[in-house]
């Protein structure tokens, strides 16, 4: 069952790569007509509304990250949407993968903060009227906090999306084993595998929003 999540290979060349590059090949470009077509509208809207939600919250010295958050968002979701098709393989389930994003730009807000404004940075790691006895203790708890930030990014992308596919090829596979030997059973559970896919996706989108998301409020916290 865990084979679905190993890098393909061809000819001893792992495609992870192929499989990363591939969602900027099937976003449109913006044409340059006046009038556009209606996938382009409907995407020109969706990237005004998000770019919209993530920078309003924010000053306007962190509103420079808004195009590269939109573009981390449009990755994340169209590699989540199409590892759910078949004979593919999700880049997004691989925790190196997850992490080699979230580290580098979990370190970028923490180092402007602590570059613009260090005091206030460094005031997070004590909140404020700690009686002096917990002062080390709460110290040491805070920056390990800070520090498991960018795991808990990593993980929790890499947990939802392994256990979403587990239990779509578990169910998927109690349906061609029931099938003929309990067929109404085997519909019922074809039945749950199809409310299962839909939730997938739903799952597919909110994740790859929630990790925006949280990387917006680090990067809230900085400047």
């Known amino acids: 069952y865990f084979d679905q999540f190993l890098s393909p290979t061809l000819l001893g060349i792992p495609l992870i ?6 969602p900027w090949v099937l976003l449109p470009k913006p044409a340059k007509q006046w009038t556009l077509n209606r ?13 919209y939600q993530i920078a309003f919250p924010i000053n306007i010295p962190g509103q420079k990250w808004a195009m590269m958050f939109m573009a981390l968002m449009l990755f994340l979701i169209t590699l989540n949407m199409l590892g759910l098709l078949p004979y593919t393989f999700t880049p997004t389930t691989q925790l190196s993968i997850n992490m080699a ?15 613009n404004q260090p005091t206030h940075a460094l005031g997070h790691l004590l909140p404020e009227g700690t009686p002096t006895l917990l002062i080390p203790i709460l110290i040491i708890i805070e920056t390990m906090s800070l520090m498991i930030r960018p795991i808990a990014l990593g993980v929790r992308l890499t947990a939802n999306l392994t256990a979403g596919h587990l239990l779509i090829q578990l169910i998927a596979t109690a349906v061609f084993v029931l099938l003929p030997i309990m067929p109404m059973t085997a519909i019922t559970a074809w039945a749950v595998l199809i409310l299962l896919t839909l939730l997938e996706i739903a799952v597919a989108m909110i994740q790859a929003y929630v990790f925006v998301l949280l990387l917006s409020l680090y990067l809230q916290e900085n400047v």
């Open 101 to 115: 994003l979230a580290f580098p730009l979990w370190l970028a807000t923490v180092i402007i903060g602590f570059r």
């Open 17 to 22: 790569a192929l499989a990363l590059l591939l």
């Open 39 to 51: 996938f382009l509208t409907l995407q020109s809207r969706f990237i005004r509304l998000f770019t």
